[in-house]
DNA sequence: TTATATTTTTAGACTAATCTAAAAATATAA
DNA sequence: TTATATTTTTAGATTAGTCTAAAAATATAA
């Protein structure tokens, strides 16, 4: 059975909610997420459930089943691979590229997903450093931490941002933080959580909510 | 008002009907385009009709208004830079390309379709032969002939195809015969209009239906 | 020019996806 | 452990796009 445009959304966003909060995800939460009300995520899942994408509990919550959640990880191999496409072959920024994906994703051709990913070199991650699942599904996540978990003194490489929206990007942008950056953490502020951080020969103070968005390597 | 993907897909069938058979187009020969009812189309005319993108009387038919004109144009613009894409890039053979194309057309991004055509290299035919709209939907038409016209003992280049099912392309393969390939009207049969073709070395009898979906030029 | 055939429109119904408002279930707090 | 708050579901509507069946308009042919 097909999925919908809209059926391929609620997957994604189950899975995004189920990486980050556990496998069992509210209705609530999902509402958010795609931008609707409780009641309509409501029948959404039991259509979903009907479908063996998910199983669903009334008043419990749904979680993603294996053909669910294989789905979901090829809409997000399509977005991402679409990602590099725009940024790699069309100079499209960072901060540009998400909304043509959310569009992309959902075209439906597997010999233009494979072409696409041989096209460009079978990349690794996408232009915001987040892993592109294989043709199985199969994610290599590489162990990354949290800006705001660093330590003084040490050096690190930007691998990735969290928030991808145009605003938070063109901030990184700004102070020419991209995906490969070295970053030296110079000073925490115990206080607000701020942090002291030499780009380069620059040295930039960053709020608590700017470095839980950035993630970072050692070296 | 944004158009949705079903009001592109009649406006692209109106826009396609009205250039072979005249201005104003019948709610049937919409319907058989779109492989809907007639009572459906009306339903549709009426709406496109609110939204100025076509004259419509009742009883009398559809005319595209300038509006119309211009979102049609702009799809099949999309929609054949994507089949050069494809072919060209993404190793999609001639007869592979129309499907995807149909879903890709829908792609909302003047940003990308700009782009997309200067990585392409600003093609002027898609792989099929068909002109391609500029960006401002100026259509460049090249003096094409029918190969059921062309005179015996004459060179011809072909230039384009009008059916591009994948039936009668992979026909088309199978005799080598592409955009660019040179053909020699050896002979023509008057009793059932068929034709011996030369092509390269070898000579071919082609029916009536074969030589009125081959575009050719003189040369 | 009247009868018949064809085309087109209207009427009413269906599915997918959404909403608001109300009811039911679950969680929390006195 | 009963009352209150929160979450979730149900009920009933709405919009886009489609359908079938019937009615109306137009075209064709005797
Ligand atoms: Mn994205
Ligand atoms: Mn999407
Ligand atoms: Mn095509
Ligand atoms: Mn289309």
Sequence with gaps: MATTLTEENYLKAIYH???TYGDVVSTNAIAEKVDAKASSVTDMLKKLADKQLLDYIKYKG???TEKGRKTA???IRKHRLWEVFLVEKLKFSWDEVHEVAE???HIKSPKLTKELDAFLGF?????HGDPI???DGYIHRTNKIMLSHAEVGKT???VGVIDSSSEFLKYLDKHH???GTKLVVVEKEAFDQSMLIKIASKTVAMSKAITTNIYIKEQ
Tied chains: 1, 2.
């Design 123 to 127: 990349p690794k991650h996408d232009p």
């Design 17 to 19: 909610i189920s990486h």
């Design 73 to 75: 990880i090829d809409i």
């Design 62 to 64: 749904a979680s993603l």
């Design 156 to 158: 690190y490489t930007c």
């Design 133 to 135: 699942p294989n043709a």
């Design 177 to 179: 933080i991209g995906i």
């Design 103 to 105: 569009q992309l994703e």
